[in-house]
């Protein structure tokens, strides 16, 4: 069976992570995946704590199994999350949007496992001076917030660097991806956009539907001007937030005009205004499935890979 | 003898690309410079890197690298952090 010393550490059966995504990390999700054997992970994005203790409080009537909570740094609730997560002995932290070191000693004091989502050399380095368990590196092909470094050049970096084990996201969805990545040095993946193509995600149909439809070019990056760059599905919305970077619209406006799309569109459904937030690899998603067929498929996908890898050896 | 400056000076020349005559002690990271945070953590590791030998390591916490707006302050900060380490 395919097990990495990342399953003994985070004490998981898979080592596969759900991305904690904002608005549809919710228990639904974290616990279908953490019952199937993954680590499933709460989204906050920019939630109040109420919500947060609320999803923590469902995740744990679904599951005995360990799950986590995605922190968003640009939050503006983080430090009372923070709180929240330790009081809740919450097992495993992840950290997006930013550096997480100032934060990193008080989760580590309460026994809470933190692995910070990276996309630099500059940052890895700078957590290593910290205590953290594992580490999350993301490459620009993902969806979201992305940096500058795609996956394939990513990983290796990381792991030549990293003295903690790492875990590839960015571009992932299939058995493929997984036996890629351990090949690279990962020790597991994390993946978004595929767990959003699931049965128990809450995410609006239509949006779904976007994903099953995306071909290979069908995901464009906005934002670049403001700093924090985010990859989405092509719609009205990207084209009309890329027409106006061109033209130099002040960054207050942009911002204003991008307030409450993300919503509008992955929940409320509005596929053409809203900002629907995907991965490059959604042009390989082909169906809505349970969360447990997901990540059966992968696994044995990628134990067959690996199988198949050492007949090249010719020693079979 | 080579200043704290001219150290500082030379790894930004080497970090942004840039000709030595465009950066003077005033130049502004993010105004002149257009460096983003991450580009700026990348610029300070280089720093720690220029200034650190096997007896001693120079290491810039992140609450000082988020305060960085200007050569100047960097420079300040190590030649700060140089004396403390004199004495």
């Known amino acids: 069976m395919l097990t990495t010393p990342l399953c003994k550490l985070l004490n998981i059966k898979y080592p596969i992570l759900q991305g904690g995504m904002a608005y549809l990390g919710t228990y639904e999700l974290v616990s279908a995946v953490s019952n199937a054997g993954g680590l499933g992970i709460i989204g906050c994005g920019g939630s109040p704590p109420e919500w947060v203790e609320e999803q923590i409080y469902l995740t744990r009537n679904e599951t005995d199994k360990p799950f986590g909570v995605n922190l968003m740094l640009m939050s503006p609730f983080l430090e009372q999350i923070i709180e929240l997560v330790i009081k809740c002995r919450v097992p495993v932290v992840t950290t997006g949007g930013g550096n997480p070191g100032r934060y990193i000693p008080s989760l580590q004091e309460a026994g809470i496992k933190v692995i910070p989502v990276v996309s630099t050399l500059a940052l890895l380095k700078r957590l290593e001076r910290l205590k953290i368990d594992a580490v999350i590196a993301e490459g620009r092909e993902s969806g979201g917030h992305v940096g500058d470094t795609a996956t394939l050049p990513l990983i290796p970096q990381i792991v030549d660097t990293a003295s903690v084990p790492v875990i590839a996201a960015g571009g992932i969805a299939d058995g493929r991806g997984l036996a890629a990545a351990l090949s690279l040095g990962a020790q597991g993946i994390q993946m978004g956009t595929r767990f959003i193509c699931t049965t128990e995600c809450i995410a609006h149909p239509d949006f779904k539907m976007q994903i099953l439809r995306a071909h290979d070019r069908d995901t464009t990056v906005t934002g670049k001007s403001l700093g924090h760059p985010m990859r989405c599905l092509k719609n009205r919305l990207t084209r009309q937030f890329q027409a106006m970077e061109k033209e130099g619209v002040p960054p207050k406006a942009l911002e204003e005009f991008g307030v409450g799309r993300l919503y509008d569109g992955i929940i409320g459904g509005d596929i053409e205004n809203g900002s629907l937030m995907a991965g490059e690899i959604a042009g390989l998603i082909k169906e809505i499935k349970p969360v447990t067929a997901v990540i059966q498929e992968i696994i044995s996908q990628a134990e067959e890979i690996i199988e198949y890898l050492h007949t090249m050896l010719g020693k079979s | ?87």
């Open chain 2, 1 to 87: 003898m080579v200043t704290v400056y001219e150290k500082v000076k030379k790894v930004v020349e080497e970090q942004v690309g840039m000709d030595g005559e465009e950066i003077s002690a005033t130049t502004s990271f993010a105004e002149d410079l257009n460096l983003d945070s991450l580009d700026l953590m990348e610029l300070m590791m280089a720093i720690e890197e220029k200034f650190s030998d096997p007896s001693s390591k120079l290491e810039v916490p992140d609450e000082v690298v988020e305060k960085m707006q200007t050569i100047q302050d960097v420079v300040d900060y190590v030649e700060e952090t140089l004396k403390v380490r004199e004495k």
